[in-house]
Each structure stands twice: as structure tokens, then as C-alpha cells.
């Protein structure tokens, strides 16, 4: 595996600044339709704005990309492209964010990443919004034969209005494991998670955590499609910390072939009272109880350890 530096895509609301690296290639999305025929097609439409990152070499330091609004009234219409080559081996931290909390900004995003025969991707993407911010974004995620992508998606700081559609497609043995987590606070969120099964053996976990606090509402909608002999398995879960918080989650199996196996599981509660005494018996605050219990939740571990006891096995109720 060859090394390489960081690759830095840095937007802010809308000048760029890019770095390029050896085995990457790092251009402005519209700057690479012009040079580039071949990603012609890869594009829905001519690009604006936003990134272009072909990766044609593994690389072992993680590439990053910034989009940030900083000015009142911005405009974003950003179009991402990812494209590994076979065989390629990456990591990916992309960042999606306003800097101040009202600058009531407008950010349209569509991202498409591919990874190629055996191309292997793990990726983590980050959103912090204003509150008064409109945010659309909108992604594709391909996988070729025997591709594998691990991805985390989280955005736990909402706007006032968050519409997110993801779209995963499976080619022959591709293998996915996202994971999406929101935390909902005087916003409102609409999820659309897709994940369609197109290859012989291919295997997709897509998990939702979500967490509502005062008036928030998250309404999450998760479809696993078998369209050939694979597995999949959707797991949705929310928390409600408020009376006047709501949560929608809609898991829905689609199998069009008889030997694909999909299941799904769901659940929407509040925290256990059993769990916030014992932890409010060790020491903690009703509120930093909270917390605690909620970074767990959204974090990549669902373990609460305190004193050498675990706390994890009925988070709530």
C-alpha cells in the first residue's frame, strides 16, 4: 500500500482551495467534466460546484473534505463525484457545515461515490447546520463486484428543516455497512434510506439511531430491496427525551427473489428510569445521565461501562 498525504478539498461557501496528491486526483467537479470525458457520464448533470476525487492507488493517511458556509444568505449547489479503481483501498472524512448558527443559508448536495472491482472504502461524513439553515442533500453509493464500504453518516446538529435521501447499490459479493445518526432538536428531519441487493451474495446492514429532544420530529423512512440472493438487514432505533418530540421509523423489505434473505428490526422509546437511577446512584446528574446514555447511543459503541457494570443491556423503554 503506498502512502500519501492528506488531500484536502476545502469550500468555503463558494471559493475552493484544492491539494493534490500523488494517486489522487483531486479537481473541482466542474473542472474535471471539462477534462475529463470519461466522468461525463457519471454525472446527472454539468456540475457547478463541489468535488471531484479519483482515487487511483490505495493510500493509507484518510482524505478530507471541507464544505463549509461562513457568509449570510450563502448558496451552495454542490455535485461530489468518488471514484475508486480496483483493487484501491481508502479512508474519506467529509465535512458538510455552516460555521455561525443563524446565517440562514441554503445547501443543495449530490454526492455519487463508486468503488470498482474489489475497491474497498471506509468513509465518515459529518453535518453541523444553523438553525435557520435549508439543507437538502442527496447520495449514491455504488459498489462493484467484491466491493466493501463501511460508512458513517452523522449529523447532530439539525436546521430547523433536513431532507436526507441515501441510495446504496449492490453488485455480486459488494458488502455495506452504514450507519446514519441524527439528533433532532426544535428541527424537523426526513430520512429516505434505499438499499437495493442487485448482485449474487451481496450482503447490506443499514442501522438508524435517532434521537429527538423538544419540538423535533424524525421521520425515517428505510427500504431494503432483494432483487438477487443476497442478505440484508435494516435496524432502525429512536429515543424520545421530550413530550412533544416525535419519531417516525418505517423499515420496509422489498424481496423480488426467493433465495435473498432480508429482515428488519425497529424500536422507539424513552430512556429506562432503571438506567438514569443507576447512573444518578453513581455520582451523575439527571442531565449528565442523559448525555451519557446519548453519546452511547450515537456513538459507534452502544456500551454505557460505569464502575465495571454495564448499563447497555436496556437502554430504554
Known amino acids: 500500500m503506498k502512502n500519501a498525504k492528506h488531500v484536502n478539498y476545502l469550500q468555503i461557501d463558494n471559493n475552493v482551495q484544492i491539494c493534490e496528491e500523488q494517486d489522487v486526483v483531486v479537481l473541482s467537479s466542474a473542472e474535471a467534466y471539462n477534462k475529463l470525458e470519461w466522468s461525463r457520464g457519471l454525472f446527472d448533470a454539468r456540475p457547478k460546484e463541489g468535488y ?22 450563502a448558496v451552495q449547489k454542490t455535485t461530489n463525484l468518488v471514484v475508486l479503481e480496483e483493487d484501491v483501498q481508502a479512508k474519506l472524512k467529509s465535512t458538510c457545515a455552516s460555521s455561525k448558527k443563524f446565517l440562514y443559508g441554503k445547501h443543495f448536495g449530490n454526492t455519487k461515490i463508486i468503488l470498482k472491482e474489489n475497491a474497498k472504502l471506509e468513509m465518515n461524513s459529518f453535518h453541523r ?22 460508512f458513517t453518516q452523522k449529523c447532530h446538529d439539525v436546521p430547523a428543516n433536513l431532507k436526507m435521501r441515501n441510495s446504496h447499490y449492490l453488485d455480486e459479493n459488494s458488502s455495506l455497512n452504514f450507519v446514519t445518526t441524527v439528533l433532532a432538536k426544535q428541527g424537523k428531519v426526513e430520512m429516505y434510506d434505499d438499499t437495493y441487493l442487485n448482485g449474487k451474495n451481496a450482503n447490506g446492514l443499514s442501522r438508524v439511531r435517532m434521537i429527538c429532544r423538544k419540538k423535533s420530529q424524525i421521520d425515517a423512512y428505510s427500504n431494503m430491496i432483494g432483487n438477487k440472493a443476497g442478505t440484508g438487514h435494516l435496524d432502525c432505533m429512536g429515543l424520545l427525551l421530550c413530550e412533544d418530540a416525535s419519531i417516525i421509523a418505517e423499515p420496509k423489505l422489498i424481496n423480488k427473489n426467493k433465495d435473498a434473505s432480508l429482515t428488519h428490526e425497529a424500536s422507539v422509546g424513552k430512556i429506562s428510569e432503571d438506567v438514569l437511577n443507576y447512573l444518578r446512584s453513581r455520582g451523575l446528574t439527571e442531565d449528565q445521565a442523559i448525555d451519557l446514555v446519548v453519546n452511547g447511543f450515537l456513538g459507534d459503541e452502544e456500551e454505557i461501562i460505569i464502575d465495571g457494570s454495564n448499563v447497555s443491556s436496556k437502554l430504554y423503554m
Open 52 to 73: 471531484f476525487i479519483w482515487i487511483k492507488e490505495s493510500i493509507e493517511d484518510t482524505l478530507i473534505t471541507n464544505i463549509l458556509m461562513c457568509s449570510m444568505y
Open 129 to 150: 447546520w444553523g438553525k435557520y439553515d435549508t439543507i437538502e442533500s442527496k447520495m449514491e453509493l455504488i459498489l462493484k463486484k467484491n466491493a466493501e464500504a463501511i
